[in-house]
């Protein structure tokens, strides 16, 4: 015989046993097929397989187990040997037997390779002995599901208990009587095909079916049996009905604009759980066919894809048996994507979680749009804001300017002293606006003292007169008595002001405000028991504020006056400031019948107007005249500050920088104070300060700026550095002045 015909034959023994070869070589990730097994797949023999596409034909366990032999066979050469189930591209699912072995060369594994033999009839076999072994195990047992022995005359032979309770009828009573004529119904059915065929071929079969007179699904199988037909049967009712949820339930999932994807729990971390279900959706969202995932550890799936929080705090999160939501990014194609995604954990029968699923949305696009209109918002803002804000320090600007000229056309000094007053009364109201401007920007903070509310009232209350033109009536009326509360008075001031201006621009003609303070009982509006109250009320008979727009007058910006009439900082100020200091505020209004604007001050825990008043500080002033260094990169602001250090005695040097400021310390002798600006070019007024404490300790230093002391932070030596809030008065100065007195200057 000579080799073509041992070829031949070779060729006829592996088509008979259904046996295949194939090879895999490791460098070209590269799986070949005999033709075979192109054949028992349906794969055309043209195409190309890598490993992940050879293996995926394989089902379930049988990959897993596939995979891992795979793995140790390139890792040590060790063959292997397993019975897996598979299925082809035409959905045929079949048994086969894979054999491996690792090909190496110089002690390295270059190539694999093996035998696939299609071993569908051997397991046939062997599923015929098991149903032989189960028809004999059902008789000698008693079962919960029902089971009968029919005659090859279809008359009952055996009937278990459980028939009494599915088919409702007494076992002992079917005994000997044929199945046709005590269920007429089945005839003609599926029940009566199936039995006969069974009889007939000797061949097992299932079927589920309904059967209609007991109004009962029943999944059956019929065995061949010597003396007839062996039919085991179950009430499948539930379980129908619990298939088609889950029909309906899948395909609504997979129609979900949610991507889904359900892990199986492994036992090792999160990453390594292998998906088991994806709908179509993540096959869009990852841009691949979603078959493709199915046993995926998480991993690889992912990719680069970055999680908040990372992976394994979601993995924590779940073993809690708890949901966690995480936001996942990744770049794709130049963008990058943004999913916003909830893991839930599943329980098991166990109680514990055997598998998660975990929900996507692409939210990528939403939150540019987002991102878009916040932007367009805050632009409208800050325009409606800068027009408002403009307006008022125009206000102020223009009677400054008009007072400064004024004062410079006068001789009476009583005339003088008024403008005077009035143009720093207009400095001090453009500080308390700037304030505001800085408490909404978080920029400041308030500080709160015990005070009288009606003794405040009846100072602030010329200034609401002058804000209030003669045809509109002001009314006052205060409690004479009244607890003392914690106030900040010049926040509270600009809030009186907002709101009397407020109620004067509601008042179209002659009309009344009416201005009341009293001590009230209640409770604050976001829960709590009730307490004593001092209410602040200002009550104008103007147009009032619409139902609809109620509930927006205390939001930042909000105004109903035209763009540069205002700032829309009003109402929102005022309740700021309250719940800083642990008050609220309150509206109430109706069209054409005006509008209540109540201010609820905290009272204070203790009284300490008394003990102010009683214990006055006893000032030390400097004992010698004192050398200063005034440091500003603002020459007018530097000018202005040494002329009132000269008023008050002191030698003033002037320094434009840091770098000036440190020549003239270094050249000069003597100095005993260093005033400088916070935010200069080069180097901050905080550095030169610090340094200052360092290098020359004796020598007082004190900070101005627009911001609050909070929020300069001082260092290593806060007690030697000084606050000044700008604009800095001659009566600030004096008081550093006489502190630094204390300091023995």
């Known amino acids: 015989m000579d080799e073509n015909d041992e070829l031949r034959l070779l060729r006829g023994a592996c088509a008979a046993s259904q046996t295949g070869a194939w090879s895999y070589r490791v460098g070209e990730d590269l799986v070949e097929w005999t033709p075979l097994l192109h054949d028992l797949f349906a794969v055309p023999r043209e195409t190309e397989l890598t490993l992940k596409v050879a293996l995926s034909f394989y089902l379930g366990k049988s990959r897993q187990q596939l995979v891992e032999a795979v793995k140790l066979c390139l890792r040590d050469g060790t063959g292997w040997t397993l019975d897996v189930q598979c299925r082809s591209t035409t959905g045929r699912i079949f048994w086969a037997r894979t054999i491996g072995e690792a090909i190496l060369e110089e002690g390295r594994v270059v190539a694999l390779q093996g035998a696939f033999q299609d071993i569908s009839r051997e397991r046939a076999a062997i599923d015929e002995r098991a149903r032989a072994q189960a028809e004999l195990s059902f008789v000698l047992r008693t079962m919960p599901d029902g089971f009968f022995l029919l005659d090859t005359d279809w008359r009952f032979s055996f009937v278990n208990a459980a028939a009494e309770q599915m088919l409702l009828r007494d076992p002992t009573e079917l005994v000997g009587q044929c199945v046709w004529e005590e269920f007429p119904e089945a005839r003609g059915t599926i029940f009566e095909h199936t039995y006969r065929t069974v009889r007939e071929t000797g061949v097992s079969q299932s079927f589920q079916a309904y059967f209609e007179p007991l109004e009962t699904w029943f999944h059956v ?132 979680h055997g598998h998660a699923v975990i929900l996507i949305n692409d939210v990528t696009e939403q939150r540019r749009t987002a991102e878009e209109r916040h932007r367009s918002e805050r632009l409208a803002l800050i325009g409606q804001m800068a027009g408002g804000v403009s307006h008022d320090f125009n206000n102020l600007l223009a009677v400054i300017l008009g007072n400064v000229e004024l004062l410079e056309l006068t001789d009476d000094p009583a005339e003088a002293r008024i403008l005077i007053s009035e143009a720093r009364d207009a400095v001090m109201r453009g500080k308390s606006l700037n304030d505001s401007l800085l408490a909404f920007a978080g920029k400041s903070k308030l500080t709160p003292q015990t005070a009288d509310l009606g003794t405040f009232l009846q100072s602030v209350a010329p200034f609401v007169r002058r804000a209030i033109p003669s045809r509109i009536k002001l009314e006052l009326e205060v409690d004479e008595v009244l607890p003392p509360v914690l106030i900040d008075a010049a926040m509270a001031e600009s809030c009186l002001l907002n709101v009397a201006i407020n109620a004067r621009e509601s008042i179209e003609g002659t009309g009344t405000i009416r201005i009341t303070l009293k001590a009230v009982e209640c409770a604050h509006p976001n829960g709590g028991a009730s307490q004593t109250w001092v209410r602040l009320s200002v009550q104008d008979t103007g147009c009032g504020i619409p139902e609809q727009l109620q509930g927006q007058v205390f939001e930042p910006f909000f105004t109903t006056r035209s763009v540069g009439q205002g700032s829309g900082l009003g109402l929102s100020r005022v309740r700021g400031y309250l719940e800083q200091i642990g008050g609220f505020v309150t509206l109430s209004s109706a069209v054409e019948q005006g509008t209540t604007v109540s201010m609820h001050f905290a009272v204070a825990p203790v009284d300490t107007r008394d003990v102010d008043a009683a214990s006055p500080s006893v000032l030390a002033f400097p004992k010698r005249r004192l050398k200063a260094l005034v440091v500003d990169d603002t020459p007018a602001v530097a000018r202005v500050v040494a002329r009132m250090l000269t008023s008050l005695g002191c030698t003033t040097l002037i320094a434009s920088n840091g770098q000036e400021a440190r020549d003239i310390l270094n050249r000069e002798t003597g100095l005993d104070l260093v005033i400088s600006d916070v935010v200069m070019p080069g180097e901050s007024g905080l550095d030169l300060a610090q340094a200052i404490s360092r290098m020359y300790p004796s020598i007082r230093v004190a900070l101005m700026s627009g911001y609050t002391q909070e929020k300069i932070q001082t260092g290593d030596h806060p007690d030697a550095i000084a606050f000044l809030a700008k604009p800095v008065s001659r009566a600030q100065l004096q008081a550093f002045l006489e502190a630094s007195g204390k300091w023995g200057l």
């Open 221 to 352: 199988t019929a065995h061949p049996a010597q003396t007839g037909v062996a039919v085991h049967y179950r009430n499948v009712t539930r379980e129908v009905g619990e298939q088609r949820d889950l029909r309906l339930f899948r395909t609504a999932i997979d129609a979900m604009a949610s991507g889904a994807i359900m892990l199986e729990r492994g036992s090792g971390a999160i990453t390594s759980w292998p998906i088991v279900y994806a709908n179509a959706t993540v096959g869009r969202l990852w841009k691949l066919d979603e078959r493709m995932l199915l046993g995926t550890p998480l991993s690889e799936a992912m990719g680069e894809t970055a999680c908040c929080p990372d992976i394994g705090q979601i993995g924590d999160t779940l073993a809690k048996q708890e949901l966690c939501h995480f936001e996942a990014r990744r770049q794709w194609s130049g963008r990058q994507e943004i999913l916003e995604c909830v893991a839930v954990p599943l329980a098991g029968e166990d109680g514990q």
